[in-house]
């Protein structure tokens, strides 16, 4: 089992930039794959990023591909997600999440365990 904690939202211009955080507790933080969600209010949970085990590799929604980049660092049990150029449509809270199963997933059922979840609000 594996405890994920989020931080890093805020409220943000567009065009700004944030750098979400996710801290894990618990199980090996190497053994997990990583991802992060949204959801904005009315709307179903959507895909954001999700990296492998080692960081070597990466996935992105397209609409936040090419802005925002997924990182992590094992030593420290964390994952970050950098996000620039930050759009009022990014507005949502936003959701880190751990897979124990091999390979990358880019689906809510794809995880296992999920963060509590922390708001990102792009002002116009």
């Known amino acids: 089992q594996v405890q994920l904690v989020d931080a890093g939202g805020g409220l943000v211009q567009a065009g700004g930039s944030l750098r979400l955080s996710c801290a894990a507790s618990?199980?090996?933080?190497?053994?997990?794959?990583m991802g992060w969600f949204r959801q904005a209010p009315g709307k179903e949970r959507e895909f954001v990023a999700t990296?492998?085990?080692?960081?070597?590799?990466?996935a992105y929604a397209d609409t936040v591909k090419d802005r925002f980049a997924i990182s992590r660092d094992n030593a420290k049990n964390m994952m970050f997600l950098q996000m620039n150029s930050l759009k009022p449509e990014d507005t949502a809270v936003y959701y880190c999440?751990?897979?124990?199963?091999?390979?990358?997933?880019?689906?809510?059922?794809?995880?296992?365990?999920w963060g509590q979840g922390t708001q990102v609000t792009v002002s116009s």
């Open positions: 990296i492998n085990w080692s960081g070597g590799a990466t």
């Open positions: 999440a751990a897979r124990s199963r091999a390979g990358l997933a880019v689906t809510t059922s794809g995880y296992d365990y």
């Open positions: 618990g199980r090996t933080f190497s053994d997990y794959a």
